[in-house]
């Protein structure tokens, strides 16, 4: 069974950087598009970065050219560089195929503090 495991959150401050990482088990991983969703509290859960098998890139308004998305399709891994983190990036971070997505893994909590 495919299980993403979430790794790299942390506290940080107004301004600072995170890099978080995401490891897929399973030989499917190189041609699915990826995803980075986050969950704040009370609210739903949003795709914020997603990434074809080309390595083509897509963000959410709210966190184009702070956030960067990539992948090592040879480590079946995706990983999110944060920077100038805010605030309101507050919120437990999960990556997810775009498409046909697998049970959710544990998430990484990442909290910026003002």
């Known amino acids: 069974q495919v299980q993403p495991v979430e790794s790299g959150g942390g506290l940080v401050q107004a301004g600072g950087s995170l890099r978080l990482s995401c490891a897929i088990s399973?030989?499917?991983?190189?041609?699915?598009?990826m995803g980075w969703y986050r969950q704040a509290p009370g609210k739903q859960r949003e795709l914020v970065a997603r990434?074809?098998?080309?390595?083509?890139?897509n963000y959410a308004d709210s966190v184009k050219g702070r956030f960067t998305i990539s992948r090592d399709n040879a480590k079946n891994t995706v990983y999110l560089q944060m920077n100038s983190l805010k605030p309101e990036d507050t919120a437990i971070y999960y990556c997810?195929?775009?498409?046909?997505?697998?049970?959710w893994g544990q998430g990484t909590q990442v909290t910026v503090s003002s």
């Open positions: 990434i074809t098998s080309d390595g083509t890139t």
């Open positions: 997810n195929a775009v498409y046909g997505r697998w049970d």
């Open positions: 399973g030989m499917i991983f190189s041609i699915k598009e």
